[in-house]
């Protein structure tokens, strides 16, 4: 089976910077589009960032200009540098990946989700 493993969520003051890691492990042919949702309380969970295999990237807007998301795909592991964090950013963060397996095809995984709390 195919894991994600996401590390990197903590708590931090308004302003401050943070850097999250996803990391699958498993067995499969390639990895496609990765990328970073994010669920706060009573919120309908949202796309955070994106990249395909390619290193293509789309952002939501409200991040736009503060978050940064890169992969390696020789360690097929994702990140998301997020600066000048916001209260508003507060949410449990979730790494997404479309991976291509052996008998089975294309299938959408996601992690566990890290916690990032912004606040003074």
């Known amino acids: 089976q195919v894991q994600l493993v996401e590390s990197g969520g903590g708590l931090v003051r308004p302003g401050g910077s943070l850097r999250l890691s996803c990391a699958a492990s498993g067995r499969f042919f390639s990895i496609g589009p990765m990328g970073w949702y994010r669920q706060a309380p009573g919120k309908q969970r949202e796309l955070v960032a994106s990249t395909t295999s390619g290193g293509t990237t789309n952002y939501v807007d409200s991040v736009k200009g503060r978050f940064t998301i890169t992969r390696d795909n020789a360690k097929n592991t994702v990140y998301l540098q997020m600066n000048s964090l916001k209260p508003e950013d507060t949410a449990v963060y979730y790494c997404?990946?479309?991976?291509?397996?052996?008998?089975?095809?294309?299938?959408?995984?996601w992690g566990q989700g890290t916690l990032v709390t912004v606040s003074s």
């Open positions: 997404n990946a479309g991976v291509f397996l052996p008998d089975i095809g294309y299938l959408e995984v």
